[in-house]
Antibody, heavy 121, light 112 residues
Framework: HLVESGGGLVEPGGSLRLSCAAS????????MNWVRQAPGKGLEFIGR??????????EYAAPVRGRFTVSRDDSTNTLYLQMNSLKTEDTAMYYC???????????????WGQGTMVSVS | DIVMTQAPLSSPVTLGQPASISCRSS???????????LSWLHQRPGQPPRLLIY???NRFSGVPDRFSGSGAGTDFTLKISRVEAEDVGVYYC?????????FGQGTKVEIK
């Protein structure tokens, strides 16, 4: 179970931090991802963070690299997305999703939250 | 980045009839470990995506057996043997063989 929060309306150049609360699985072992979807558009992967045993390394897609930061707190089972220098093109529904939790080794996004909407205007 | 191209982008289908969606990648999705990390997701209007198929042809938990995946290398197909009303929405293929993961543009399935 994943529940995102923190979305809202922000001006261009502003910042926002999204949270994703996880439950029902061993969060500390999970690779966690953020995927976004602009209104009426398709899905876009934006970043992920590996589990602590894999170095807790964050990785980013090019459009957000240097502006967005993915982090995690395994003590509270929470994933974060810090978004800085926001642009109008960052307007989207932001989803957190797990990687290979239900079936190990699939490298598929198997659990999705309901999403939180970010509007940059 | 690997580009994923789906066809068709829209597919009007009759209830009870089959549907097929193609997904082509700009390079082979065979990983150095021998696996092909190609999955299919379904998104109903107003809902988050949900996983249907992983590693080309494996149905995810709870997915009806009318859904099947096939393909290899750069060419993949999702088939619905008999479309039901709950199958409407947008279908996406996604590759995870190479970072960053990338999605197809989506194929909208609607009932005629």
């Amino acid at each position: 179970h994943l529940v995102e929060s923190g979305g809202g309306l922000v001006e261009p150049g502003g910042s926002l931090r999204l949270s994703c609360a996880a439950s029902g699985f061993t969060f500390r072992n999970a690779f966690m991802n953020w995927v976004r979807q602009a209104p009426g558009k398709g899905l876009e992967f934006i970043g992920r963070i590996k589990s602590k045993s894999f170095g807790e390394t964050p990785e980013y897609a090019a459009p957000v690299r240097g502006r967005f930061t993915v982090s995690r707190d395994d003590s509270t089972n929470t994933l974060y997305l810090q978004m800085n220098s926001l642009k109008t093109e960052d307007t989207a529904m932001y989803y957190c999703t797990t990687d290979s939790i239900v079936v190990a080794g699939t490298w598929a996004f198997d659990i999705w939250g309901q999403g939180t909407m970010v509007s940059v205007s | 980045d690997i580009v994923m191209t789906q066809a068709p982008l829209s597919s009007p289908v009759t209830l009870g009839q089959p549907a097929s969606i193609s997904c082509r990648s700009s390079q082979s999705l065979v990983h150095s470990d021998g696996n092909t990390y190609l999955s299919w997701l379904h998104q109903r209007p107003g809902q988050p995506p949900r996983l249907l198929i992983y590693k080309i042809s494996n149905r995810f938990s709870g997915v009806p057996d009318r859904f099947s995946g096939s393909g290899a290398g750069t060419d993949f197909t999702l088939k619905i043997s008999r479309v039901e009303a709950e199958d409407v929405g947008v279908y996406y293929c996604m590759q995870a063989t190479q970072f960053p993961q990338t999605f197809g543009q989506g194929t909208k399935v609607e009932i005629k």
